[in-house]
Each structure stands twice: as C-alpha cells, then as structure tokens.
C-alpha cells in the first residue's frame, strides 16, 4: 500500500491539467461561437429575405437604409469605447500570446459578439473566422482569471486554447485550429501548448457539430482525382495565386489610409457606414452573393457558372470585401480569401477547358487547391491551409495538390517580399499606437549597421526594439524597403527611426545598449 501511494506522489499530472482546462476552455468557446454562428446565419437569411422582397417592392429599400444607418451608429458606440474589437481580432491575439497587449476578456467577448453579429449578418463580405478565434481567446481569457494561482504560462496556454477552439467551432474544423495557432499565431509548438489547444479544439468541435451536424462546411462533390499529367497546372495556378494574393495584401493594408484620405472628418469607428450603405445595391441585385462566401463556394462547385459571371463575382468579391474590412468592422478575412480563391480556381480552370488544356471534370478540383493555395499565400501558413480546406471539404484524397498548389504560392509570396497577413496588421496596430504616443515634435534619425554589429542577419520580429521609436523604412543603396517582421537585416543597411525630438541622443544609447547585450548572447 505504501508503494501505491508512493507512486501516486510521484505522477506528473501536469500535462493532463492543461488537458483538461483546455478541453473546459474549448466546450465553453465552441458554445458561445456556435451560438455566434448560428446568429450570424439567421441574420443573413432575414437580410436575403428583405432583398428579394424590395425586388417586388422597392419601397422597402428605404427601411434597409434606416436599418443599416441604425446599425452603423449601434456598432460605432459599441466599438469606440474598445477599439482593439475591430477588424478580425486576430492580430490582436497574437499580440497577447507575445506579451505586446494587454486586453480585458469580458469587454472584448460581449461586443465583439454584438457588432459582429449585426456587421457580418447584414451581409458584409467579412468572415466569421477572425471574430471567434478573438472570442475563444476571450473565454480562455476569462477561464484563466478564475484560477487564482494561473501562472502567466498557464494563462497564455489557455488564451492560445481558446483561439484554436474559436476556430474549430467557425469551420469544424479541429486539426486545423490547432494548427494555425502554432503556425500562425502562437509560433511555438510547445507540448503544453499543442496538447491544450488539440484538446480545446477538439471540444468545440463537438459542441458545434451538434449544433451544425456532421456535414463538412464546404462539402463539394468531385467526379475524379486530379491527373498527374496535368500536375503542370498546379504550378501555374500557384504562381496566379501568389501574385494575387501579394496584391491582395498589399491593398489591404493601404485601405485604412484610403479611408483616411477620402473621409477624413469620419471617426476611424463610424467608417463602417460606408460598406453598410454600399452593400444594399449588391443585395438587391445579387442576394445570393452575400455574407462571407460559404454558400457562393458551394453553388460554384455545384454548378460551374460562366466565365463571365466568375469574373464578375471575383472582381465583385475581391472589391467589396477591401472596402468592408477596410472600413475597420468586426469581422474576418479568412472565408473572403477561400471565397476569392475558389473564384480564382474556378476561372483558371474554366479557361484552360475552354482552350482544350484541361478536362471539364477537373475544374471543381482546382476550385479546391486554389482556396488553400490563396490563403497559403496570403497567410504564409501552408500547413494551415492545406489541413483547413481537407477538413472543411471532408476528403483526404487532395492532400498532394493542396501540397503543391500551397508550396508554390507561398514561395511567390515570399520571393516579392510579402509578410504573414496577421503579422502585418499586428505591426501596423503597433506602429500607430507607437505613433500615437510620440508628443508631436517628431524627428527622423538614421542608424547605420555595419558589418559585424549585432542587428546584421536578423530578422526584424527577433530584435527588442525601444518602445519610443517607429522604425519606418531601411534603406539598402538606393532602395528604400517597408520593414515587417520576416525582414532580414544586413550589413550595410540603414534604419530609419521616427523618435520624439527630445529623445534622440537617449534612444542611440538605448540601441547600442541592445546590440552590445545581443553580441554577448551570441557569444
């Protein structure tokens, strides 16, 4: 009996633990996103309803104006007294996971919930995505406040849970979930980590399949696996869709400055009047082609519209999606990008069939490689992608194209110098609180890096910069480069600081502080 007990005292129940307040965080996450999701459908069907209705009787456009100026005040309110609500919320939470931000769990978990609900429900062209992974993170949040003793690793882990749960309960899609907050999100794949946000995931999912059903999201019949003579396409497709998606991320960052620019006495949380007014032509013309895409993916899989009419929903889609999420709503990015790229898959395919270069049968096979190949690019988390689009389409048979298709559009991306998405708007946050924060007299100074100092071969993420300085470009000969996270510093370059007038000579000294202690880690 004393070697039971003895044996008893010295099992690490550690790991099961952060098991089990992971599977708690992930059964609590994945009801309130299940609830979220489920509002956000039956929203979106009122809205469609209303539409093909004022097509009967136009009158009734002029109560969906009331009711989006109505709704555009209601999120505004709601939004300005908590900013960090806006947009997907992703950034956001990587910024906790990396200790940059600190936000309250309740503020964040209500009125996401309701302006998101009423933005993406209205029919924006934003996901649901974004906004649950902020609420799961929310409730692993608020779940770790109820542990008095939670370490500030047992309360990351939870955060991180949280967000993998939000995320499994949008798309059923556990695996997945997972693996974006270790790729994306988190960058660590610590056992704590993995095992709590598998086990999160996991519950949420089974709390919304009971909500939803066992059906895969994007559940698209195909006639025939993708035949290896035509591998040659997947390489092209890659290519469009790496360049597309560089394009997509390069307007997306420029939107909050467009916005800027063309209302500029319109407070940044009131700019959502913008889409919520524009969306009502396209309801009233193309109500099918509302909300964040799911539905469009299907009916493009099912019935493999004209080319004319997949250029003109990608040309739609790809315009009204910047303006909704530029605009600073609560809401995602992630099935907008499937969206646009199932459209982009689609086209190509279409093309090629039409120039004898590609079976028919095969199109609704590329439209299934590009959604993965669009956000691989876009994200630069092809892990992520390929497992998302396997469990959202429900079949393991696409797992070397998606591969394919993945790979080459991250490598475009990459070589034209294009950053995670997330990363770069979690850098653009930072930089214009940074900014913010300065008195006003502001003053440029450069600093040079010479060979053998410090800053040479690191990336920009990886050096502990003074938080009174914005670095806003690098100078390397006669180009100047936007700096963001994956940016390798070199020999020869030069920074370009925006710091207080005041502080100059007390930042130098700070950066030298940085790079002398860094030399020491080195060695």
Known sequence: MAQVQERLSRLDTTHLMYILKGLLVGLLSGFVVSCFRLIIERSLAFWQSIYRAAQQQPWLLGLVLLGMLVMALVIGLITKPQPHIMGSGIPEVEGQLADEIKLPWWPILWRKFVTGVLGIGSGLFLGREGPSIQLGAAVGQGVASRFKNASTTERRVLLASGAASGLSAAFNAPIAGTMFVLEEVYHNFSPLVWMSALAGAIGANFVSTNFFGMVPVLHITYANSFPLRDYW??????????????????????MPKLYHDLFPKLPRYFQGLVPLVLV??????????????????????RHQPALSALVILLVLRFVFSMISY????????????????????????????????????????????????YFAGIGKAPFTAILLITEMVGTLQHLMPLAVVSLTAYLVVDLLGGAPIYASLLQRMQTTQKLEALTGHDAQIEIPILVGSAFSEQMVRDIHWPREMVLIAIRRGEYNLIPHGDTLLRAGDTLVILTDEGRCRELRHKLDKIGRRMLLTQH
């Open 233 to 254: 396409h997947l390489l092209l497709l890659g290519i469009l869709l790496g360049l597309l998606g560089y394009l997509y991320q390069q307007v997306l960052l420029w």
């Open 280 to 301: 009502i032509p396209i309801g009233y013309v193309w109500p099918q082609y509302l909300g964040g895409g799911n539905g469009v993916i299907l009916d493009i899989g």
């Open 326 to 373: 530029g605009s600073g709503l609560p809401g995602g990015i992630f099935l907008p990008i499937l969206m646009l790229g199932a459209a982009i898959g689609a086209t190509y395919g279409t093309i090629m069939w039409r120039l004898g270069l590609l079976p028919h049968n095969c199109i609704v096979n590329l439209l299934i490689f590009a959604m993965a190949g």
